[in-house]
C-alpha cells in the first residue's frame, strides 16, 4: 500500500472516519498516480479502514490506471452500467457498508451526493476535503523536483513572451508564441488560460486577452505556468514596453518591494497571514492600498490554486515542503496594472524561490 494511502488512514483514524471517497481528479491523481479527466463519468478512490483500497472508472480506462501503478481493487463499467449499483454490490459483498464515509464538500455535485444517501441509507456522510488538504500541502523531495522543472519552464515562457514583443501584435499572438514554444520543448499542458495583456488593460488582475495590439508606452503582463508531469507552476512579470511614465515606474517598484517584504517574511513557523501582511502594509503604506484588491498567494502543487489560501487571517504556520505564491499587485484603472508573482518552497533553511525569471523593471526596446 502506498505511503499516501496509508497517511490517508491514518488521518480518516485522528477524524474518526471509516472510510473516504475521493472523486475531485486531483486528489484522485494524488493517491493513485492516474490522471484523467472524467468528464460526466464517475471516476473515484474509495478508502476504508475495513478493506483494501479500490478504484472506480470506465472500463476503457483499466489498463492506463493500472500502467499509472494501481495495483489495489477496480471496480470498472460500461456506460450503460450504473458505477454507484457497481460499487454498492462491492461493498455488500465486501460484508462492510461503512458507518461513516467522507467526501469531498466543494467538488461533489448535489446530484452525486443525494445517490450515495440513497445507496448508502445508513451511513453517515461528513465533509472530509480538508483531510486530503492537509496531506497535499506538505510536499516530498520528488514533488520539489517536478515543481522547480515546472517553474523553469515557467521562466522560459515568460522569456518567449518578452522576445515575442513588437508594436502592432496583439495578445494573442503572444500567447500563441509562448504556448508554441513550451510544447515544442515537451509541456504537457499550461496550468490555467496563459494571459497576456497590454496597456489599461493590465489593471484587470483577471483581464481576458485579445486582440488588443501592442503600441509604444504600454506596460505588458505575463501571467502564466505548465504543467509537468502532474505539478503545476505559476508566474507573474510586468515589463514596459517602449516607455515608462514616472508614476508607472513608482507603482512597479512598490510591487516589487513589497513582494520582496512578503517573501522575507515567509519564514518557518511564522503564519500564513504575516506574508500577506507584509506586502499589504507596504503598499498601503505608499498610498496604493485600495488598489491591491486580492490576496497575496496560494498554495501550488498538483493544482494551480490548492491549500492554503496565503490571506491575512490565515494563522496556518509554515512549514518544511510547503509550495505556494507571492503575487502582490496594484491595479490603477488608466494608469496601470502591476504584479509580479514567484513560487516559494519551504525548506528546512526557510523560503526558496522557485521561479528565477528577473524582477527588476525591464523596459523593452525594439
Given amino acids: 500500500m502506498s505511503t499516501r494511502i496509508e497517511g490517508l488512514l491514518q488521518a480518516l483514524q485522528e477524524n474518526k472516519l471509516e472510510s473516504i471517497l475521493i472523486s475531485s481528479p486531483a486528489n484522485v491523481y494524488y493517491m493513485s498516480n492516474y490522471y484523467t479527466d472524467p468528464h460526466e463519468r464517475v471516476v473515484a478512490v474509495y478508502v476504508s479502514s ?3 483500497p479500490v478504484m472506480i472508472l470506465p ?13 489495489h481493487d477496480i471496480i470498472d463499467y460500461h456506460d450503460h452500467e450504473d458505477p454507484w449499483e457497481l460499487f454498492l454490490a462491492f461493498l455488500t459483498n465486501k460484508g462492510k ?12 455535485t448535489l446530484n452525486r451526493y443525494t445517490t450515495i444517501q440513497q445507496i448508502l441509507p445508513n ?30 519552464l515557467a521562466d522560459f515562457g515568460v522569456q518567449t513572451g518578452i522576445n515575442a514583443l513588437k508594436e502592432g501584435i496583439s495578445e494573442f499572438e503572444v500567447i500563441a508564441t509562448i504556448e508554441y514554444e513550451l510544447k515544442k520543448k515537451g509541456v504537457q499542458g499550461m496550468s490555467f488560460s496563459t494571459m497576456a495583456l497590454f496597456g489599461d488593460k493590465t489593471a484587470s488582475p483577471h483581464g481576458t486577452p485579445g486582440t488588443r495590439k501592442l503600441a509604444k508606452g504600454d506596460m505588458v503582463l505575463f501571467d502564466l505556468g505548465v504543467i509537468y508531469e502532474g505539478y503545476c507552476s505559476d508566474i507573474t512579470r510586468t515589463v514596459v514596453f517602449d516607455s515608462i511614465t514616472e508614476e508607472q515606474k513608482t507603482i512597479y517598484n512598490t510591487v516589487l518591494e513589497g513582494q520582496l517584504k512578503a517573501i522575507e517574511a515567509s519564514t518557518l513557523g511564522s503564519e ?12 498601503e503604506a505608499s498610498g496604493y492600498g485600495s488598489y491591491f484588491n486580492h490576496r497575496v498567494g496560494h498554495g501550488l502543487g498538483i493544482e494551480t490554486h490548492e491549500y492554503p489560501s496565503i490571506h491575512g487571517n490565515n494563522k496556518l504556520a509554515l512549514r518544511t515542503g510547503m509550495c505556494f505564491t507571492i503575487e502582490p499587485g496594484i491595479y490603477v484603472p488608466g494608469v496601470a496594472g502591476v ?9 528546512e533553511n526557510g523560503a ?12 523593452i526596446k525594439k
Fill in 50 to 52: 475495513e478493506h483494501e
Fill in 59 to 71: 472500463a476503457m480506462e483499466t489498463q492506463d490506471a493500472k500502467a499509472a501503478g494501481w495495483a
Fill in 97 to 108: 457498508i461503512p458507518t461513516t464515509i467522507g467526501v469531498e464538500e466543494d467538488y461533489l
Fill in 123 to 152: 451511513t453517515e456522510i461528513k465533509h472530509a476535503q480538508e483531510i486530503v488538504a492537509t496531506l497535499r500541502v506538505i510536499k516530498n523531495q520528488h514533488e520539489y523536483d517536478l515543481l522547480k522543472q515546472a517553474a523553469e
Fill in 272 to 283: 500564513v497571514g504575516q506574508i500577506d501582511k507584509a506586502a499589504r502594509d507596504h503598499i
Fill in 339 to 347: 504584479r509580479i508573482e514567484d513560487m516559494i518552497f519551504m525548506t
Fill in 352 to 363: 526558496e524561490t522557485l521561479t528565477k525569471f528577473p524582477k527588476e523593471l525591464q523596459i
